[in-house]
């Protein structure tokens, strides 16, 4: 597998959102976020995406830089018309006011609406944990989702995510989707010609199928079954309803929808630690809870306890030394931005 080094991978999506006509604040941005995807091992959330707003930027469907508008709605709350703009763009500049204000008020909350698919929900509980605060997000998305009991897709897989600092120089991230198999594990699935786990997904007559391609006609099953479902519902109801953005049918789809904006919603908050007890006691009180938790006996021992988060941190710090992994759909995303835009190649020497 191709390897590039981070600041060459950096430099290769800055200057292919440059040249597709990002602004030059809106491509650090989205390179920040598409980095720190790749990095901790979530290509579908990094460089794969670029491509697709590629696409968007030339069709009018986002802009950059986007009139995104703020209104104040309370001391600690925000409201962000993110105005088509750039997911990813909506998503940092939400969360950072989210923190900003946390720090000055001690909790901060940002609605989004108008927005397109901000890629992975953890980076931005990421930045709040590099920020000393506890920090929340969720996003809602074009139904693929059936609801408990039901075989018709009727909510978006909507991730939700959560993060915290610690005291071992990574956060506890908790990022998941709220069906029973993500929606780009789908995708990755249906590329490779492989099976969906059992239980996982119905076709479009609602009966059970492995098959990606007859999932994708159908709908995925929620994650934990009335669990998942439920959360899935309150995902829609803060990034959704609340936001003003779209809800249920009417969430475009960032992969197949070319006719109107995606008009995408998302949540933020923030929690300065520091206004319930020092930082410092925080981290060692959550400290002493891992302890506990990784202390308890492993089913296989090969695999031992872990804590949401640790894994995808060993990855970023193997991938810092040794270059980002190019994956077979990076490659062809890759290829795609180098003959289209007519771009150095990230593996090539500067």
């Known amino acids: ?46 460089l794969i995406r670029l491509p697709n707003m590629v696409t968007r930027l030339r069709r009018g469907l986002m802009h950059s830089p986007a009139g995104m508008r703020w209104t104040e709605v309370a001391p600690s709350a925000w409201q962000l018309d993110a105005a088509d703009g750039a997911g990813f763009v909506a ?11 946390a720090q000055s008020q001690g909790v901060g909350l940002v609605t989004v609406r108008r927005s397109i698919h901000y890629g992975a929900a953890a980076y931005y509980c990421a930045l709040a944990a590099e920020s000393g605060c506890i920090g929340l997000t969720c996003s809602n998305s074009v139904p693929k989702v059936a609801a408990f009991n039901g075989t018709r897709a009727v909510l978006g897989t909507n991730p939700l995510a959560f993060g915290c600092p610690t005291r071992d120089g990574y956060p506890v991230l908790v990022d998941m989707a709220m069906s029973a198999v993500a929606g780009s594990t789908v995708r990755t699935v249906d590329g490779n010609a492989a099976l969906l786990p059992p239980d996982t997904a119905v076709d479009a007559q609602g009966r059970p199928t492995r098959d990606p391609v007859a999932a994708a006609a159908g709908a995925l099953l929620p994650a934990a079954g009335a669990k998942g479902y439920a959360l899935a519902l309150m995902v829609e109801i803060l990034s959704g309803v609340l936001t003003g953005a779209a809800v249920g049918p009417q969430v475009g789809s960032v992969l197949h929808t070319w006719d109107r904006p995606i008009d995408a919603g998302h949540f933020f908050l923030a929690i300065d630690i520091a206004r319930f007890m020092p930082l410092d006691d925080f981290v060692a009180r959550l400290g002493g809870l891992v302890d506990w938790i990784k ?32 994956t077979p759909a990076m490659m062809r995303s890759a290829q795609a931005l180098i003959d289209e835009l007519h771009i150095r190649p990230p593996w090539e020497a500067a």
């Not at 191709?2 to 597709?20: D, I, N, P």
């Not at 006996?297 to 270059?323: S, T």
């Open 295 to 326: 202390a308890s006996p492993a089913a296989d021992p090969a695999a031992p306890v872990r804590i949401p988060g640790e894994v995808r941190a060993e990855y970023a710090r193997r991938y810092a030394d040794e270059g980002v992994p190019y």
């Open 1 to 46: 597998m191709q390897r590039v080094a981070l600041q060459a991978h950096r430099r290769f999506v800055v200057e292919a959102a440059l040249a597709a006509g990002l602004s030059a604040a809106d491509a650090d941005i989205v390179a920040d976020a598409m980095l720190w995807a790749d990095l901790h091992g979530r290509p579908e959330q990094g």
């Open 91 to 101: 998503g940092t500049l939400a969360m950072r006011r989210a923190i900003d204000t």
